[in-house]
């Protein structure tokens, strides 16, 4: 099974070159909306990339409603990506020389001039004539970032088997379509007689060799458990800490979407028009314009609070992620949250500063609003150690026993932060971020798509009962 890794760089850009980079990165983006994906396909194991600028209180463009830090700052170049196979293997593959892409103005040119153009701009960057693989790779390397939390919607599954897999449901699908079949058939001859023609077809030999989706960890998941009991009463006391000598003194989010810039709102729903055509000037006339697909993004920045204790309750609810991310959600949902298909948490700049990455489907407003349902008590977990989030209590664990109707929500335990839908949903705005790229290997599949067709595949290549065959053609 293939390892999904993800990769975030954070490098400052030169004086002088602010502009320049935003004219480029807006090229780069028309090529990709017109469809032109050979800059990011040519090593065909990148799920998603995105570029964005931070710390932009230098421009002339309304990207400057972004800046997020109290103090003059260097604007910062970040790369986030999600791909198959090992960092090292990635970066190289990033830091090469390949020719046979055209670049934005249709002129053939080497992989690395896209590289180079966009971090030419950036401090330390090697100079023209000092530009190699091995130099490139070297930069890079030394702008790594560390993830504190990464989560995989469809584990093990590397960009190529996730297109054949649909690529095998659309020739089923196509096959079942145009067969006139004898009503005497059962399913599971219909089974017997798709899965020859599968075999048959040289196309999919790559999908022959058996394949399994992974498991939930459960002794790993119990051990846990087992590790924490005995701390319950140091977690209980650390929680009422927090709380009184803390989270009672902080200073917190208390605006709505209303008070949120307008031009900010404009900028951030550039990439969530959801739909297949857009209307031209509100006058009802369809362009012919790509499509806009179902997948959505998210990134964004918040500042630490200040002091060791706020740190250790990021970093221990990091801890928490990372081991339910491995050894429960391994299934494509997380929290129960079926829409998430990359989420990542980046702890950065010596801890003060926290960057967050999500790919997932369907609107802004239903995966938030999936967030706080299903994980809101995660959510403001991780995020009340952040400045300036909606005032919450006990780090919002109340909000666990109060979905489970174990406790009331009264005043005194009302979870709040994510739980104040009102006050989340304009902090989660007002922390978004403007993102300059964002490319997708597979835009017009859903997470739920990409496991089923992985589903589907298994049980083809089994030998079913009826009942059996029934539950593969419901997945088709």
């Known amino acids: 099974m293939s390892t999904q890794n993800p990769l975030t760089l954070v490098t400052p850009i030169k004086d002088g070159h602010l502009e320049h980079l935003y004219s480029y990165l807006k090229k780069v983006k028309y090529e990709l909306e017109a469809n032109k994906h050979e800059l990011f396909e040519r090593t065909k194991n990148i ?22 830090h109290d103090k003059e700052s260097t604007p910062q170049l970040v790369f986030s990506s999600n791909f198959d196979g090992s960092v090292d293997a990635h970066l190289e ?45 070297d930069f890079f390397e030394k702008h790594m970032v560390k993830t504190a939390a990464f989560y995989q919607g469809s584990p093990g599954r590397t960009v190529k088997q996730i297109l054949l897999e649909n690529k095998l449901r659309n020739y089923l699908k196509d096959l079942i379509d145009a067969g ?58 650390w929680v009422l ?8 003194k902080d200073e917190y989010y208390v605006h709505t979407r209303s008070d949120i810039d307008k031009e900010k709102i ?24 790509p ?24 970093k221990a609810m990091m801890l928490l992620a990372r081991v339910l991310i491995s050894s429960l959600f391994v299934r494509g949902k997380l929290m129960g949250i079926p829409t998430i298909h990359f989420a990542r948490w980046v702890l950065f700049n010596d801890n003060k500063r926290v ?42 664990f109340t909000g666990v026993l109060a979905k489970k109707k174990f406790i009331s929500t009264s005043h005194f335990l009302f979870p709040g932060g994510a739980y104040d839908e009102e006050h989340f949903l304009a902090w989660s705005r007002d922390s978004e971020l403007s993102t300059q790229i964002w490319y997708s290997a597979y835009p017009e599949l859903s997470i739920k798509n990409v496991n089923n067709n992985s589903r589907l595949r298994i049980l083809l290549s089994k030998d079913l009962s009826e009942r059996g065959a029934r539950r593969f053609f419901e997945l088709i």
């Open 180 to 237: 006139s079949w004898d009503p005497k058939l059962t399913p599971r001859e219909i089974h017997q007689y798709l899965k020859k023609q599968v075999a048959s077809n040289d196309d999919f030999r790559d999908l022959q060799d058996k394949t399994k989706l992974p498991r939930r960890n459960w002794p790993k998941f119990i051990l846990f458990i087992l590790l924490v009991i005995p701390l319950l009463p140091v977690i209980i006391i």
């Open 241 to 248: 800490i927090v709380q009184y000598f803390y989270e009672e």
């Open 355 to 396: 960057l967050f990455f999500s790919n997932f489907d369907g609107s802004w407003q239903q995966y938030l609003g999936d967030f706080i349902d299903e994980s809101g008590w995660g959510l403001t977990g991780i995020f009340s150690n952040t400045t300036v989030f909606p005032k919450s209590r006990f780090l919002g």
């Open 47 to 68: 799920h998603y990339l995105r570029w964005l600028i931070i710390d932009d209180k230098q421009s002339s463009n309304p990207h400057t409603i972004f800046f997020k």
């Open 266 to 289: 404009k900028v951030l729903e550039e990439y969530e028009d959801l739909g297949t055509e857009k209307d031209v000037k509100g006058q009802g006339q369809l362009t012919d314009l």
């Open 291 to 314: 499509p806009v697909y179902y997948q959505n993004q998210f990134s964004q920045l918040v500042d630490m609070k200040p002091g060791k204790v706020r740190l250790i309750t990021f």
């Open 93 to 137: 593959d990033l830091s090469a020389d390949v020719d046979g892409i055209l670049d934005t103005e249709g002129n053939p040119y080497a992989e690395s001039h896209l590289i180079d153009t966009v971090y030419g701009c950036c401090q330390g960057y090697p100079e023209e004539g000092e530009r190699t693989p091995a130099s490139r790779k």
